[in-house]
């Protein structure tokens, strides 16, 4: 099932879409899109955390209603300057992932005034969250040695389609074919935010197959790995021995080996087949 694990489509809490109308055309343009799941993700500091998952319900039933077949779940999109301000319970309100390995969706500064992203994560770790880290290439602030670091201690990235289709400018295209390249452990999601910013995997997922990423590393991307994180947690995307390495051969949150599901294996099959190993 397709999954877009970053996408603002709750209506009137962001700047996301305003009202229910332009929700139910956001989600009618993901299905048209090829996705089937969406996890609501809002700005945190903008929405009242105890309430997104009530939101996220009414919209589902909304579109339900309108005959638009779209699963939601509840989560939320946090900046470095919000992770200090929440406790474990709300944190834990918009994590995915099975008990022992559970994450959030944590975006790259835009603006340098921000908490450093590596900070952010790294409190995150000590309080037991993993991170997908938000557009990446979209932080100019946020240096590749950086995004390096914080992928050695597990965190996953997450590259927008909007970045690729050039919606963010040259140079975040540029960094985001580059990152996709780079080996490091990465998935597609549109960032949507209204019908003028829309869900674009399927264009997004041409341009890296145009710069010469392969399909099925295009397919991981965008069609296996973000459902196989939403239920398996983001070493999915490390694949077991990834995790181990990435922690000095142990995880860093003590977890146990868990049994892969297929289609976690299917992705740790074919990353090793690109790592080559
Ligand atoms: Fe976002």
Redesign the pocket.
Known sequence: MRTEL???LLPGVDDGPADDREAIELARLAVEDGTRRIVT?P?VRLVDVEAVAGMTDRLGALLGEAGVDLELRPGG?LSPDDVGVLDDVQLERLAHGPPDSRWL?L?APLFSRTRALDSAAEELHDRGFEVLI??PERSPNTPDSAIRGLVADGAVLQL?ASSLTGAHGGEARRRAVALARSGLPFLLAS?A?SPARPPQLTPAARVLIAAGIAEDAVSAAVDLLPEAILSDGLGAARGPRGAAAAHGGRSRLGQRERAASPLARAAEVFLDRRRGT
């Open positions: 970053h996408f603002h993700t700005h999109e969706l975006e938000g557009h927008n960032d935010h």
